[in-house]
């Protein structure tokens, strides 16, 4: 049925310098159907909707749009024909209100001179009602991020888009938020929209998605009907190679030891988590799952005196810790790797030695306090090394590297201090399929090596995946613990939610 | 595993970096060289200009000034500013001119005003990283009211200082064999200061800091502490330099360093330092001064009105932060 394409793309290429991020790509997308996008990073995707999007020009090839040939030469005239473009970074106002996020690009070619807020808000009001309950008059920074996600996609649809392209958008999402985000655009594709949706995540497309295209290295490889094939082909098709084992052979049995690493008792912050108790044995990845504000990462931070304000007892290897600041969890050898890789994890715009060697500058310099290049560099390398990162120069900015190479830079600045125990919040967010791997075999070679691991992580699977025993917190409190064949996405999901642990199944 | 390495691999590696290619992308490299053209076409276009009297003369315009920018390039690149170096390097002049008008032996005088001048940089630290205000409005405030006190205290006419003991004078006007002493001066906490900023664990912090500040703190640095410290070292520099103005003046101007704030902050940015934080050198920033006094002496011997030379100096600011942005954005 040619009639059904909205759009076609054929041969399309665009180099940046040296770089050609797109060589020759097809794509095609139909009316109604929601086409998934897979690739690892840097395979082409972001390019081709960018071009699509008229952001970047592409060097030749052609755009087919209902199927006449059409330049796509900027954003502003990929709108007018229906283009709506929904970023993976949310880009709203956070001090106005939803209503005028929503119309600000109406707003920008309004002739009237004055604002009509009530009619914004009763308009906005009518966008909602086939999305969500979100009041338009409350300030965007007041939402939740899967409900800025919401505005930002409902911003997309009051431009009476045909082609709503969706850039990881359950990126900062829970499982339930995703979920209700896949029904609304079953919805809209129902609605004849035509989505294409962007996401590393094997189970979303084959559980939403009608077809997937994958790219790889710039190139188109193959677009085929969810329903034909199986997720380890579309891994497969995107890494070029074939993946075995996403995930690394757990702890077996007899490598169980009763060794204590962590033991929390009653840790209480008064707002965030109260009443926290857990312990982590020697050898074992443990696994904390809970809904985004569930105070998992808050646990865990004030458990590094990195914020709060907490008691309760923590003891590292049968010692009991009294720590004031993060810098005496470091000096105890107790780390925390940040889920906001950009925001607090790395420094983009620093070197990598410079990165590798922030948490203890003492150990690169001589007792004086003057810095031993050598040995920075020495060690940013030993590390680097260790954990497969692909890189240029040690002295080239983080900013120059993939998000999984720059999350191994993260990952070896935590490695750097010898810790005993390294807590890691989401380790492989925006961090493609192969990198993924090697990170979750990096985790467990640490484990096995005694070094204590504890992943937090609102990919479920990935919990599933890498961990020996899953906590799961639920307002503040331990929900409950599942440990073996327990481990399964209901169970979690159910503790997280709130029902008995007589209630789980194996 | 063994053949991940092409496919993880993330856009191609740029072409291996030679020694040569770094430095022709060093903002250092390409001021030195707009220095040395602008040394060649003035050496043609007035034969004054290469003689050792206008070289030094030029040096002892920008030496002082240049130990501002020092501390200003440092608390640049932890993510701060402050407006306020004019005026509290007028207030140091101010506080220790009058306390030798009070009979207070002048070495004192001037140490308690460079301790005054770095109580006011805690002050401002203590604002800035404990009230949580910005920078800028707390050095705009600090930098009236430095100004108004310098005006207060001496009733608006400079002070003079006509009974400085000589060896006190001999810091701003002395010599060591042909070289001022003021230049050495000038040297030596150049050097210093560019030998800690790129060696030392401590200042390696202030870089961490500027760079993302949030990310330092996970990385267990005190970042409120290093703020208010590279704050404090900004203002205690000032003081310091308005001391030397003293000896070499022999007099306290109460008006002294009025717009100082701005060539300091220029001079830095020419250099490299970025006014978010994270980058910058003292070398970059001192060259950046060299190029903004070389430009005024130039404008100096043509005989172009000194009107011109504000609009002029403004000028290379704009070209020099538009030409990096620029780089900047085509290397991203």
């Given at each position: 049925?040619?009639?059904?394409?909205?759009?076609?793309?054929?041969?399309?290429?665009?180099?940046?310098?040296?770089?050609?991020?797109?060589?020759?790509?097809?794509?095609?997308?139909?009316?109604?159907?929601?086409?998934?996008?897979?690739?690892?990073?840097?395979?082409?995707?972001?390019?081709?909707?960018?071009?699509?999007?008229?952001?970047?020009?592409?060097?030749?090839?052609?755009?087919?749009?209902?199927?006449?040939?059409?330049?796509?030469?900027?954003?502003?005239?990929?709108?007018k024909l229906g283009i709506g473009f929904v970023h993976q970074e949310i880009a709203?106002?956070?001090?106005?209100?939803?209503?005028?996020?929503i119309f600000m690009s109406t707003t920008n070619i309004s002739r009237s001179f004055?604002?009509?807020?009530?009619?914004?808000?009763?308009?906005?009001?009518?966008?909602?009602?086939?999305?969500?309950?979100?009041?338009?008059?409350?300030?965007?920074?007041?939402?939740?991020?899967?409900?800025?996600?919401?505005?930002?996609?409902?911003?997309?649809?009051?431009?009476?888009?045909?082609?709503?392209?969706?850039?990881?958008?359950?990126?900062?999402?829970?499982?339930?938020?995703?979920?209700?985000?896949?029904?609304?655009?079953?919805?809209?594709?129902?609605?004849?929209?035509?989505?294409?949706?962007?996401?590393?995540?094997?189970?979303?497309?084959?559980?939403?998605?009608?077809?997937?295209?994958?790219?790889?290295?710039?190139?188109?490889?193959?677009?085929?009907?969810?329903?034909?094939?199986?997720?380890?082909?579309?891994?497969?098709?995107?890494?070029?190679?074939?993946?075995?084992?996403?995930?690394?052979?757990?702890?077996?049995?007899?490598?169980?030891?009763?060794?204590?690493?962590?033991?929390?008792?009653?840790?209480?912050?008064?707002?965030?988590?109260?009443?926290?108790?857990?312990?982590?044995?020697?050898?074992?990845?443990?696994?904390?799952?809970?809904?985004?504000?569930?105070?998992?990462?808050?646990?865990?931070?004030?458990?590094?005196?990195?914020?709060?304000?907490?008691?309760?007892?923590?003891?590292?290897?049968?010692?009991?810790?009294?720590?004031?600041?993060?810098?005496?969890?470091?000096?105890?050898?107790?780390?925390?790797?940040?889920?906001?890789?950009?925001?607090?994890?790395?420094?983009?715009?620093?070197?990598?030695?410079?990165?590798?060697?922030?948490?203890?500058?003492?150990?690169?310099?001589?007792?004086?306090?003057?810095?031993?290049?050598?040995?920075?560099?020495?060690?940013?390398?030993?590390?680097?090394?260790?954990?497969?990162?692909?890189?240029?120069?040690?002295?080239?900015?983080?900013?120059?590297?993939?998000?999984?190479?720059?999350?191994?830079?993260?990952?070896?600045?935590?490695?750097?201090?010898?810790?005993?125990?390294?807590?890691?919040?989401?380790?492989?967010?925006?961090?493609?399929?192969?990198?993924?791997?090697?990170?979750?075999?990096?985790?467990?070679?640490?484990?096995?090596?005694?070094?204590?691991?504890?992943?937090?992580?609102?990919?479920?699977?990935?919990?599933?995946?890498?961990?020996?025993?899953?906590?799961?917190?639920?307002?503040?409190?331990?929900?409950?613990?599942?440990?073996?064949?327990?481990?399964?996405?209901?169970?979690?999901m159910h503790l997280a939610s709130g029902l008995d642990a007589q209630e789980l199944?194996? | 595993?063994?053949?991940?390495?092409?496919?993880?691999?993330?856009?191609?590696?740029?072409?291996?970096?030679?020694?040569?290619?770094?430095?022709?992308?060093?903002?250092?490299?390409?001021?030195?060289?707009?220095?040395?053209?602008?040394?060649?076409?003035?050496?043609?276009?007035?034969?004054?200009?290469?003689?050792?009297?206008?070289?030094?003369?030029?040096?002892?315009?920008?030496?002082?000034?240049?130990?501002?920018?020092?501390?200003?390039?440092?608390?640049?690149?932890?993510?701060?500013?402050?407006?306020?170096?004019?005026?509290?390097?007028?207030?140091?002049?101010?506080?220790?001119?009058?306390?030798?008008?009070?009979?207070?032996?002048?070495?004192?005088?001037?140490?308690?005003?460079?301790?005054?001048?770095?109580?006011?940089?805690?002050?401002?630290?203590?604002?800035?990283?404990?009230?949580?205000?910005?920078?800028?409005?707390?050095?705009?405030?600090?930098?009236?009211?430095?100004?108004?006190?310098?005006?207060?205290?001496?009733?608006?006419?400079?002070?003079?200082?006509?009974?400085?003991?000589?060896?006190?004078?001999?810091?701003?006007?002395?010599?060591?064999?042909?070289?001022?002493?003021?230049?050495?001066?000038?040297?030596?906490?150049?050097?210093?200061?560019?030998?800690?900023?790129?060696?030392?664990?401590?200042?390696?912090?202030?870089?961490?800091?500027?760079?993302?500040?949030?990310?330092?703190?996970?990385?267990?640095?005190?970042?409120?502490?290093?703020?208010?410290?590279?704050?404090?070292?900004?203002?205690?520099?000032?003081?310091?330099?308005?001391?030397?103005?003293?000896?070499?003046?022999?007099?306290?101007?109460?008006?002294?360093?009025?717009?100082?704030?701005?060539?300091?902050?220029?001079?830095?940015?020419?250099?490299?330092?970025?006014?978010?934080?994270?980058?910058?050198?003292?070398?970059?920033?001192?060259?950046?001064?060299?190029?903004?006094?070389?430009?005024?002496?130039?404008?100096?011997?043509?005989?172009?009105?000194?009107?011109?030379?504000?609009?002029?100096?403004?000028?290379?600011?704009?070209?020099?932060?538009?030409?990096?942005?620029?780089?900047?954005?085509?290397?991203?």
């Amino acid at each position: 049925m040619p009639d059904d394409v909205i759009l076609s793309i054929s041969n399309v290429s665009k180099s940046f310098g040296a770089i050609r991020a797109l060589r020759g790509v097809d794509f095609e997308l139909r009316r109604g159907e929601i086409h998934a996008l897979a690739g690892e990073n840097g395979a082409g995707k972001s390019t081709l909707m960018n071009v699509i999007d008229g952001i970047l020009k592409p060097d030749s090839g052609e755009i087919n749009w209902d199927g006449k040939p059409v330049r796509i030469s900027s954003p502003t005239k990929a709108q007018k024909l229906g283009i709506g473009f929904v970023h993976q970074e949310i880009a709203l106002c956070p001090d106005v209100s939803v209503a005028e996020n929503i119309f600000m690009s109406t707003t920008n070619i309004s002739r009237s001179f004055l604002m009509d807020y009530k009619g914004l808000e009763a308009k906005a009001r009518e966008v909602f009602r086939q999305l969500s309950d979100i009041d338009p008059s409350v300030l965007v920074r007041d939402l939740s991020i899967s409900n800025q996600q919401l505005v930002e996609i409902a911003k997309a649809l009051t431009l009476d888009c045909k082609v709503l392209i969706l850039d990881e958008p359950t990126a900062a999402l829970t499982e339930k938020e995703a979920q209700v985000l896949f029904g609304i655009m079953r919805r809209l594709a129902d609605s004849g929209i035509a989505i294409i949706y962007i996401s590393h995540r094997m189970i979303e497309i084959f559980d939403n998605c009608d077809r997937v295209t994958v790219f790889r290295d710039g190139q188109y490889i193959t677009t085929r009907d969810v329903a034909e094939i199986e997720p380890a082909d579309v891994v497969n098709a995107m890494v070029g190679r074939v993946i075995e084992n996403l995930y690394p052979d757990k702890q077996a049995q007899v490598d169980k030891s009763e060794d204590i690493i962590l033991d929390v008792q009653g840790l209480t912050d008064n707002k965030r988590f109260s009443d926290v108790s857990f312990q982590l044995k020697k050898g074992e990845i443990l696994g904390i799952a809970g809904l985004i504000g569930s105070g998992r990462s808050e646990i865990v931070k004030g458990i590094c005196r990195l914020e709060g304000d907490i008691s309760g007892d923590v003891s590292l290897n049968g010692e009991q810790l009294d720590l004031k600041h993060y810098q005496d969890s470091i000096a105890a050898g107790m780390v925390y790797l940040s889920e906001d890789r950009k925001g607090d994890g790395i420094f983009l715009d620093m070197p990598i030695s410079n990165n590798v060697s922030a948490l203890k500058l003492d150990q690169v310099a001589s007792p004086l306090g003057l810095i031993n290049r050598e040995l920075e560099d020495g060690q940013a390398e030993r590390l680097g090394n260790k954990l497969n990162l692909k890189c240029g120069q040690l002295s080239d900015p983080v900013s120059s590297l993939s998000g999984g190479n720059q999350q191994k830079v993260a990952i070896a600045k935590m490695l750097s201090v010898n810790p005993k125990l390294i807590f890691l919040d989401e380790p492989t967010r925006g961090v493609d399929v192969g990198a993924k791997a090697e990170i979750h075999r990096i985790l467990r070679d640490l484990a096995r090596s005694g070094v204590g691991i504890v992943v937090i992580s609102s990919e479920l699977p990935e919990l599933i995946g890498v961990s020996d025993r899953v906590l799961v917190v639920r307002e503040g409190r331990i929900g409950g613990v599942v440990e073996g064949d327990m481990i399964t996405e209901e169970n979690i999901m159910h503790l997280a939610s709130g029902l008995d642990a007589q209630e789980l199944t194996g | 595993m063994e053949n991940s390495i092409e496919i993880t691999a993330s856009a191609p590696a740029e072409p291996t970096t030679s020694t040569l290619h770094k430095l022709l992308r060093m903002r250092e490299t390409g001021l030195i060289a707009i220095i040395l053209v602008m040394f060649v076409i003035m050496s043609f276009a007035s034969p004054y200009f290469l003689t050792w009297v206008n070289m030094r003369a030029m040096v002892m315009a920008f030496a002082v000034e240049g130990i501002v920018v020092v501390g200003m390039t440092i608390l640049l690149i932890s993510g701060g500013i402050d407006l306020s170096v004019g005026s509290v390097t007028a207030l140091s002049m101010v506080i220790a001119g009058w306390l030798f008008l009070q009979g207070i032996d002048p070495w004192v005088a001037s140490a308690i005003a460079i301790a005054a001048c770095t109580a006011i940089g805690a002050f401002m630290g203590f604002f800035v990283t404990r009230v949580g205000l910005h920078h800028f409005i707390v050095s705009l405030a600090i930098m009236v009211i430095a100004r108004g006190a310098c005006l207060l205290g001496t009733g608006g006419r400079p002070l003079g200082l006509y009974t400085l003991p000589p060896e006190f004078k001999f810091i701003g006007q002395g010599t060591i064999g042909p070289i001022p002493l003021v230049i050495i001066i000038f040297l030596v906490v150049v050097l210093v200061f560019d030998f800690m900023l790129r060696r030392t664990t401590v200042f390696r912090k202030v870089f961490y800091t500027g760079s993302n500040e949030k990310a330092a703190a996970y990385s267990g640095i005190r970042t409120k502490k290093v703020i208010f410290l590279t704050t404090t070292l900004c203002s205690a520099l000032a003081g310091f330099a308005g001391i030397i103005y003293m000896a070499r003046f022999g007099s306290a101007q109460p008006t002294f360093g009025l717009g100082m704030e701005l060539n300091v902050i220029a001079a830095a940015v020419i250099g490299g330092a970025s006014l978010t934080g994270g980058s910058g050198t003292i070398f970059g920033a001192i060259l950046g001064v060299v190029l903004l006094s070389v430009v005024s002496s130039s404008l100096a011997l043509l005989d172009v009105s000194v009107y011109w030379q504000d609009i002029i100096r403004g000028s290379i600011l704009l070209a020099a932060v538009s030409i990096d942005h620029y780089l900047h954005k085509k290397r991203g």
